[in-house]
């Protein structure tokens, strides 16, 4: 089980987004993915490897973490990041976390 | 690299959910890649229900295997999930990806919404 916290995170342009991501398990190979999602989209690869950025994606998109602890960091928040996050863990099976909103405070 | 689900809206409760996911732009059979389903609902989230590899391997999510079948059509390049015995709660959005064996899910199609009701 992939537990993110917290569940509605309320920022403001340009502050800097911490988003966590536990896992009741040690996740295998840190097997740790996040992903960014709008309304009326698909899912969108951000980070793989728990800390390697997807292709296209900026720099101000940051992922930590090994074991059963992951964070994304997002470093200073565009008007385009406000979104829903979710983690996934694909090592043994491939679950997701139930996701983190970013709203605009 | 594009993936089109598509397939009947509204079902009612007992029948089969069936699914197509048209890929272009890559072939299905590409070593190293599987094709997976993804449903996503306000009650459970995001949910893997399975995949089928690039030689025709199933794997499906423990709680889905008595009632799906996910299959690879080569000739037509696409692959298809069926789901028996639909319930009010398998209604969501179902999504197909493209993953491999060390990697998660780097393309997505749009998303088709199912509904379950009487």
């Known amino acids: 089980v992939l537990t993110q916290s917290p569940g509605t995170l309320s920022l403001s342009p340009g502050e800097r987004a911490t988003l966590s991501c536990r896992a009741s398990?040690?996740?295998?190979?840190?097997?740790l993915a996040w992903y960014q999602q709008k309304p009326g989209q698909a899912p969108r690869l951000l980070i793989f490897?728990?800390?390697s950025r997807a292709t296209g994606i900026p720099d101000r998109f940051s992922g930590s973490g090994s074991g059963t602890d992951f964070t994304l960091t997002i470093s200073r928040l565009e008007p385009e990041d406000f979104a829903v996050y979710y983690c996934?863990?694909?090592?043994?099976?491939?679950?997701f976390g139930q996701g983190t909103k970013v709203e605009i405070k | 690299l594009q993936l089109q689900g598509s397939g009947p809206g509204l079902l009612k409760p007992s029948e089969t959910l069936s699914l197509t996911c048209s890929v272009s732009?890559?072939?299905?059979?590409?070593?190293?890649?599987?094709w997976g389903w993804i449903r996503q609902s306000p009650g459970k989230g995001l949910e893997w229900i399975g995949s089928?590899?690039?030689?025709?391997?199933?794997y499906y999510r423990p709680s889905f295997k008595s009632r799906v079948t996910i299959a690879a059509d080569k000739s037509k390049n696409q692959f298809s999930l069926k789901l028996t015995s639909v319930t009010a709660a398998d209604t969501a959005i179902y999504f197909c990806?493209?993953?491999?064996?060390?990697?998660?899910?780097?393309?997505w199609g749009q998303g088709t919404l199912v509904t379950v009701s009487s």
């Open positions: 996934q863990q694909y090592g043994s099976s491939r679950t």
């Open positions: 490897g728990a800390s």
């Open positions: 732009g890559a072939s299905i059979t590409s070593n190293s890649y599987y």
């Open positions: 089928v590899s690039y030689g025709g391997e199933t």
């Open positions: 990806a493209r993953h491999s064996g060390s990697f998660p899910f780097d393309f």
């Open positions: 398990r040690t996740v295998s190979s840190n097997y």
